[in-house]
């Protein structure tokens, strides 16, 4: 009983930040009806980013006399990563995607996995190719509950990725351009017509799920406890197969499909095979677009002829 | 008549299909040989995508593990007959052509039933979508393999000999098969079934509304694109020690992506192009170190933005030597939803 | 107008990329053309890109350093040693490519390579057939050198290296049982995990169950959460140093408390760098003891510190140790013939190298002692020694 609930806890803190992520690429496909394959690696590099800001700020000077690194740089470090990715996905944006927006569906996506293995084969030149261990931006502690194990980088995981997410909710509900981003995503043309200026707001759209995926890969980074350049790649496929499952375009939809990839992966991972982990993501990606292509909280779009 | 005229063709093909081998081993040293018959793996892997993805404007990204199947199906079959085979027949070149060739057509079968098995499915999706679940496939077959204990698993099938697979493949059956295959997609793309699949491609419902049978004629044409890359994998197999999952990653998808997109997306003369691209511009690049991959992403960049049709768009080779406006319209395939 | 701008922008991509090709080469590596006749070429064929980069790029430090040296010592037979370098990208179709590519175009004398079994299957064939000598530094699987006569090996095969953890475990540390937790995208890590396992089942021992990760994976609670449930003694992981001080750090923080042991896969200082505290306590067995090395292996690690600005990896070290024998070896040839090279590196008899004493048995694999060590305090230190 114990080892599963230690499962359940450790897929759903993976699974927090697979919502994450999932965010990322469900508001880009929302709207641009674009599969951003480079999510995966911008996600990559605000975890480095976070690695070397922390680096920069001394972490490695408090890690040697054993004291906490102090809560208000851990936060400056998370603020860094995230303006940082934010930056990158608007760059990618304007460079790679903007020139291709009116080209067949195809085209983009090809670029996006141009700019994918761009990313990652840059990242191996620029950031080595060897593991990192993740500086300890926050010091660990074990609380041992019914015999199962917690720390606290799980439950600032959960508290973080809850914030954010809760964060984007009343953003997506509450601002304009929040309320430009539904409408976008809604029917784009008739969003231009409406005197909204499209390239601003997909230009925010970019900058928000990128700066949520640079915050998960902080978080990944404190969990996972080391980092590589290759580390975006099929994190992000998994990411993007939970916004399909949750319903491409549905933020809650992102969040409830990140949970359930995350706590499949760790149930498949402990009581079938370790080796199976990454193919039964693929498996639920198979069945959930052969029985409900809308996802869980989809609406079925009727294309009529 | 015509059935001896052709007889008479075919023949002399392969003869200076021979004739071409002699000279090309004498005259090139074996780096340059190899690079030769990747290029040609390359065509076929590429002319063979080509017919879903740019025929029938069916993208699949998840192409390297029909070539898996075909390689370890080829490689397994192979190593099986060739006692029988020899037994029956004693050693000897035309014993080694009997079982190479039988084992070509085995890899070729499974690649092409698991293609079905694939297309099936997923065929029903459209654009992004039929991509995603392709790649989904083509991953979970490579996983599939790398726990196969009975195929080495993660090392590779090396078969049964210390010094590995048989090395069949040479220039003669790769060039052999590579004209056999190119004549048969050419003459299926230009046949009735083709323009059926090209109207599958400029739009799918008004083909159906002309009692186009769409889903039966995709899954044909993703089977018939799955065997081929089958037979590719073959080859592969058997030019190398062993066949190992890890040769079938996601890159290897890309990779043959890449050359129908160079050439051009939907024109079987852009496909082979574009093969012969991928296999010797990596080669080439070897002087720029690690900054290949690099490059070599950025090219797929610029492509796509500069000139996203590629090579020669829809146009065959033959369209310009013609010099008639073809038919076909320059746009590059829509993947509506 | 459109048309005219696309073509212009095509033209000028295309020909920078062709400029970018011709171009000369970058004069870090020294690549280059055919050997001029006052140099003996050597070839190493590593992954220098891809998911596997960082091993192919510490073999190569090592490799590099052990020519350098003997360059700055006035070369071998009165001439220089030029090293060629080329990457497989961890693909074995490339990794055939490399070593055709070393022999018809860089002609080289004899090649170094690869680090994983299943790449040097693939380049040793090739090798073999064109009869150029090769040695590979890190490549365990017994295959490898089954090939043919011209492929040698400097580090353990797998059979031996898993019973040594498997007669440590059971002799020296009177465990009874013990788990694994093995690599299988990793044949090295397979080897070793079924050669420990028959040893020790044959020693007496149990293994209570066997899980398994890929390489490249970043999460391991599952896998620790499984075995915390068992009564293992101990667990044995022969993998890579990359994953290793991440599984050590897991099973610390999900409360597994039993040592951890392992194979030379190890080595590095990483390994202290990630796994931290939760390392220590644990076993490995390696090639050298760096607190009771020789002079040489010392000056070695040494040198390459200073060169590199990090110490060795073990693959480091076997790369240097691959490029002395073949070193040693041109010099006993006394000429710059492949098969003479070859015959004097199947004559290697008690080379004292970095690691060990070698000898190059029959079966063309060295006959060298092991050495286990624990980790404490975040070095490792000798334990004990057992020879084949």
């Known amino acids: 009983m114990t080892q599963f609930l230690q499962q359940i806890i450790n897929g759903l803190s993976l699974g927090s930040i697979y919502a994450l992520i999932a965010l990322g690429y469900t508001m880009v496909y929302g709207i641009l009806k674009l599969i951003n394959f480079a999510h995966g690696e911008v996600f990559m590099v605000g975890a480095y980013t976070g690695f070397y800001a922390a680096g920069a700020l001394g972490v490695a000077g408090f890690e040697a006399k054993s004291q906490g690194f102090p809560l208000y740089l851990a936060l400056l470090v998370l603020i860094i990563a995230m303006a940082a990715a934010a930056l990158l996905g608007m760059t990618i944006e304007f460079l790679a995607y903007r020139p291709v927006r009116s080209a067949p569906r195809l085209t983009p996506l090809i670029t996006a996995i141009g700019v994918s293995l761009f990313l990652q084969n840059a990242g191996m030149l620029l950031f080595s190719p060897n593991p990192q261990r993740y500086p300890a931006i926050l010091s660990e502690v074990r609380f041992e509950v019914f015999g199962v194990i917690v720390t606290n980088i799980k439950l600032t995981i959960f508290a973080v990725a809850l914030c954010l997410m809760l964060g984007l909710h009343l953003f997506v509900q509450r601002t304009w351009t929040g309320r430009a981003m539904r409408a976008l995503s809604f029917n784009i043309d008739a969003a231009r017509l409406m005197g909204i200026d499209t390239n601003r707001v997909i230009r925010a759209t970019f900058a928000i799920g990128s700066a949520l995926a640079a915050a998960g890969g902080i978080l990944f980074g404190l969990d996972q406890i080391t980092i590589n350049p290759l580390m975006g790649m099929l994190t992000g496929l998994k990411a993007f197969v939970a916004a399909v499952l949750g319903g491409i375009g549905s933020i809650p939809g992102a969040v409830i499909g990140g949970l359930l990839i995350g706590l499949a992966e760790q149930l498949t991972a402990g009581y079938l095979s370790p080796e199976y982990r990454d193919a039964i993501t693929f498996v639920i990606l198979i069945l959930i677009l052969l029985l409900k292509p809308e996802g869980l909280l989809g609406v079925l779009r009727v294309e009529k002829v | ?337 | 107008m459109r048309i005219l701008r696309r073509t212009l922008i095509s033209g000028l991509c295309a020909t920078a990329l062709a400029s970018a090709i011709s171009c000369k080469k970058s004069p870090a590596d020294s690549t280059g053309s055919a050997a001029e006749a006052g140099e003996i070429v050597v070839g190493h064929y590593a992954s220098m890109t891809g998911s596997t980069a960082h091993f192919g790029q510490d073999t190569d430090r090592g490799v590099r350093l052990a020519i350098e040296e003997a360059n700055a010592q006035g070369g071998v037979l009165g001439k220089k040693l030029k090293l060629v370098t080329l990457d497989t990208r961890g693909d074995s179709a490339e990794a055939a490519n490399a070593v055709n590519r070393l022999i018809d175009v860089e002609k080289v004398s004899a090649v170094l390579g690869e680090v994983a079994s299943s790449l040097s299957l693939a380049g040793g064939r090739v090798a073999q057939r064109r009869k150029i000598p090769m040695i590979s530094p890190t490549s365990t699987n017994p295959k490898v050198t089954e090939v043919g006569d011209y492929i040698f090996r400097v580090c353990f095969i797998d059979p031996f290296q898993g019973k040594v953890m498997a007669i440590f475990a059971r002799n020296n540390l009177k465990f009874d049982k013990v788990a694994i937790l093995k690599d299988v995208k990793n044949d090295y890590s397979i080897g070793l995990a079924d050669a420990f396992q028959k040893a020790f089942s044959a020693a007496g021992g149990t293994i209570v169950v066997e899980q398994s990760y890929s390489q490249g994976d970043t999460d391991f609670s599952a896998q620790v959460t499984a075995i915390r449930g068992t009564a293992a003694q101990a667990v044995f992981v022969p993998g890579y140093y990359s994953e290793v001080g991440t599984i050590a750090r897991t099973a610390d923080r999900l409360g597994l408390k039993v040592p951890l042991l392992g194979g030379d896969g190890w080595d590095s200082p990483d390994l202290f760098k990630i796994g931290g505290d939760a390392i220590n306590g644990s076993y490995f067995s390696d090639h050298f003891a760096p607190d009771v090395a020789s002079a040489k292996s010392q000056a070695f690690v040494a040198n390459f510190s200073k060169k590199y600005g990090q110490a060795p990896t073990g693959l480091g070290a076997l790369g240097y140790e691959a490029a002395l024998v073949l070193i040693d070896a041109i010099k006993r040839a006394g000429k710059n013939d492949p098969s003479a090279i070859r015959d004097a590196i199947a004559a290697t008899k008690d080379f004292e190298g970095v690691t060990g004493k070698i000898t190059i048995d029959a079966q063309r694999n060295p006959q060298k002692s092991a050495v286990v060590l624990k980790v404490e305090a975040g070095k490792a230190k000798f334990e004990t020694s057992i020879a084949p």
Not at chain 2, 219 to 228: N, P, R, Y
Not at chain 2, 273 to 299: K, N, P, T
């Open chain 2, 1 to 337: 008549m015509r059935a001896a005229i052709r007889l008479a063709i075919a023949a002399a093909v392969l003869l200076a299909i021979y004739g071409l081998m002699l000279g090309v081993e004498a005259g090139f040293t074996e780096y340059v040989q190899r690079i030769i018959l990747l290029a040609g793996i390359n065509v076929i892997l590429a002319v063979g995508l080509n017919l879903i993805n740019g025929t029938t404007g069916q993208f699949s990204i998840g192409h390297a593990g029909f070539m898996a199947v075909g390689a370890y199906g080829a490689a397994f079959v192979g190593v099986k007959l060739a006692g029988p085979v020899h037994g029956l027949l004693g050693p000897g070149a035309f014993a080694d052509a009997l079982v190479f060739n039988l084992a070509l057509l085995a890899g070729a079968l499974f690649a092409g039933v698991t293609g079905l098995i694939v297309g099936m499915p997923s065929l029903r999706l459209r654009g992004d979508y039929l991509a995603v679940v392709t790649l989904g496939f083509g991953e979970i077959i490579r996983i599939l393999f790398n726990n196969a204990s009975f195929l080495g698993s993660a090392t590779g099938y090396f078969g049964d000999d210390p010094s590995g697979l048989p090395a069949y493949t040479n220039f003669f059956w790769v060039f052999a098969w590579v004209t056999l295959i190119v004549a048969l997609i050419h003459n299926l793309t230009f046949s009735q079934t083709g323009r059926s699949l090209t109207a599958i491609r400029e739009d799918e419902i008004a083909a159906e509304a002309m009692a186009t049978p769409s889903t039966r004629l995709k899954v044909t044409a993703f089977a018939i694109s799955a065997a081929t890359a089958g037979i590719a994998g073959g080859l592969f197999a058997h030019m190398q020690a062993g066949v190992r999952p890890e040769d079938f990653r996601f890159e290897k998808s890309i990779d043959m992506i890449v050359m129908i997109i160079v050439g051009g997306l939907g024109s079987i003369s852009g496909a082979i192009l574009g093969g012969i691209f991928v296999a010797v511009s990596l080669e080439l690049m070897r002087d720029l170190q690690q900054y290949r991959l690099v490059l070599y992403a950025l090219l797929l960049i610029l492509i796509m933005i500069v000139r996203p049709e590629g090579l020669l768009g829809t146009r065959e080779l033959h369209h310009f030597l013609r010099r008639k406006k073809s038919a076909t319209t320059p746009a590059p395939p829509t993947g509506r939803a």
